[in-house]
């Protein structure tokens, strides 16, 4: 079932064109990533999705209703994380955190005590003593102590020490296992890695790249470390394998996913001492996307 | 050892004053040609004695002494005695906000900010930041001194001698000294520049009162306060030194403890525990207007207190306004003479229509107060959850509408409490009520139009204001200048009646009201169909 749709979702500012043709799609249940580096048109996005930028063109519907119109309505089964989470100096933590929940219709939980508790979060604070991840940590307690169906995290974590982003990763589980969707945007790739089961790749306000880590996962490369009896002297000519390094016999080098068979056999007739593969990283996916290099490219 | 504790003293002492190259000469030239403006302007209008002592029988009551200090030298009441008595307090409370906020500024805002840190990491001393802080600060407040009393012996005013002019200079710079020494004890015992600050003026304001009740009613009261210590110079008549060198002596006391708090505390420590806030909202601040309320409050209080002092601060002169005007062309051109009308209730008219105009500045800030909460991005918290634009917008306005009948009414209360004290065949309340409220709906057509800009071109705020100056230039001058009359028809202002002149006239009035409503209705439509910034 979809959550939240988009078609062609475009913003305008003047002749900029922020998005151009936007479409993503969340399902229920799932946790969704919206990867991209900083200026690609992720916050515009969420922001028209939360109705405070109204689209050029397009439309964009969550659960079933119309972002801008229905704004209201929606954001009381919506919680929202933003970017940068700037906060009222003269107003303490948990202050700012009873508001956000209040805002929403809700009223204060036995919830946002534990996630005061979990997060470490000194909530009688000015937020003007707030550091960076401290005032997130208000608007992740503000969010995840609230009931909602869908919760839009803006890069929740960019501030956020090892510890914490493991607290988060919890919170987003737990909320995932309940049944509700989350659409994060993220350019921690392995945070969206170990978060989401689909993604979304953004570069200049166009989706490039939609599907399933392991549909992804097809269209880029295995990374190979072995080590073999004889010398592989055309390695580095084998159709489908790329960046060979050598290192006292043993070589590491990338395979295109479609030709592993065929460089598995080649190698094999050297005699395998050792072999190691590790899977292509989101990291090398969306690098390839935007270096726009690399055979069986889909850019 | 000592040595090492202010070393690079002068290096930091010089970054002071590079850091305050503008600043200090500002406060200097403000606060000197202000006190010789006040002279020259006092030698103009009062420049013979009978009309000096007209004026100094209106100083002879408690809320001119709770206000300006006890009254001295008013048997011979020379120019000198004028201006010692009624602005040596005044310009004293000016040196002192100056110096507790350039101490906090070079003490404990640069150690906040993690400046000192920096500065304590290279071969500097322990007492160094504070030492360099508190004697380029003291310097200045020595030299304000000094060019103060050179510029009074140079107005060459009879009754403006070396003697006294160097101790009206002497005693701004010891209340100044006294203040900064105050503020660095301050420093050291609150973690924030803003508590820093907070504990210093309300040290202030409370020396202050103190000795506005201790001159009206026990002088052992005034002893504690260093302001009760320097109205006592008597300056110009009697040059008592005494109290300054009390005063200079307090302060040398107070920087000394500074340096013992600065010497015996870690970098970027305090004394005063820092209060917890709370953990959990009020109701109050859960309720619909509970935040942006709460985010005005204090400059709501200030506002308040503001509007109702300067309300009384006019009242108080109503008394002698007759004899005054006669004297005066410019103000008999300003106030064109109409028949059956005192004087006084002329200017009354004039008064509140400045008055009004003064009361809307808060209220306008109160509405364009969103488009500063939607630029640093705070708007979207509110928009992002089940909040509607039209009650986000709403809740300001609410706020504002409110104020703007808080404000006029509070200089209405302040004008006509002084006003009525004072006068002898005086004007009722109502009368002074009345011709303040009446201004109520231009000032809504002030809000609206700030509600029109926030609602189509936030980025445009800065022509609600011009157009309140305009308003202001129009209205007060106007008669002056001579106008066209539609000049003065372009601003709301223009079109209240001049009550208790005139008549109240009600569809005006509704007019205007409607006016409001319609263009504050346009702001609306177009804050729900424009993107949010920020």
Known sequence: MTVLRTSNLTKHYGKVKALNGVDIEVRKGEVFGFIGPNGAGKSTTLRILLGILKATKGDAQIFGKDVWHDAVELHKRIAYVPGDVNLWPNLTGGEVIDLFVKMRGGSRTKKREELIHKFQFDPSKKCRSYSKGNRQKVALIAAFSSDADLYILDEPTSGLDPLMERVFQECVMEVKQEGKSVLLSSHILSEVERLCDRVAIIREGKIIETGSLAEMRHLTRTTLNV??????????????????????????????????????????????????????????????????TGAGGVV | MIRHLYANTGLLSRLVLRQDRVRLPIWLLALIGATLLVVNAFATLYSSQ?????????????????????????????????????????????????????????????EEDGRVELVRALPSGKLSNVTAAITVISGANVLLGLLTALGLIAMGVDSIGVEGSFLYGL?????????????????????TARSAIGWSMAVLLIAYMTRAIGDVSSEALSWTSPFGWIVRTETFVNNIWGPVLLTFGAGVVLIGLTFYLNSIRDVEAGFLPSKPGRKKASPLLLSRIGLPFRLQRTALISWAVGMLVLGASYGSVLGDLESYFSEIEIMQEMLAQVKGVSMTEQFLTMLMAVLAMISTIFPMMAVLKLKGEENKGRTEHVLGRAISRNRLLGSYLVLAVFFSFLMVSLSAIGLGGAGISVMEDGLSFSTFYNSAVVYLPAMWVMLSVCVLIIGWAPRLSGLAWLYLIYSFIVVYLGSLFQFEEWVEKLTPFGHIPDMPVEDVSWPVLAALTAIAVVVTTIGFIGYNKRDIHG
């Open chain 2, 50 to 110: 009978p009309k000096r002592q007209s004026m100094a029988d209106t100083m002879m009551n408690p809320a001119m002494t709770a206000m300006v200090g006890p009254a001295y030298g008013i048997e011979n009441y020379t120019i000198g005695a004028m201006l010692a008595h009624q602005m040596l307090l005044f310009t004293a409370v000016v040196v002192g906000i100056m110096n507790i906020l350039l101490i906090t500024r070079h003490t404990r805002a640069e």
């Open chain 1, 227 to 292: 080590e073999t009896k004889e010398p592989m002297p055309d390695l580095t000519g084998h159709d489908g394998v790329h960046n060979v390094e050598e290192k006292e016999g043993a070589y590491v080098f990338q395979v295109d996913s479609e030709k592993l068979d065929e460089v598995i056999a080649y190698i094999s007739s050297f005699g395998v001492v050792k072999i190691e593969s590790a899977p292509p990283t989101l990291e090398d996916l969306f690098m390839r996307h935007y270096e726009g």
């Open chain 2, 171 to 191: 005693s701004l710079s010891a209340t100044g000294i006294f203040f900064a020494g105050l503020t660095a004890v301050f420093a050291q015992l609150c973690e």
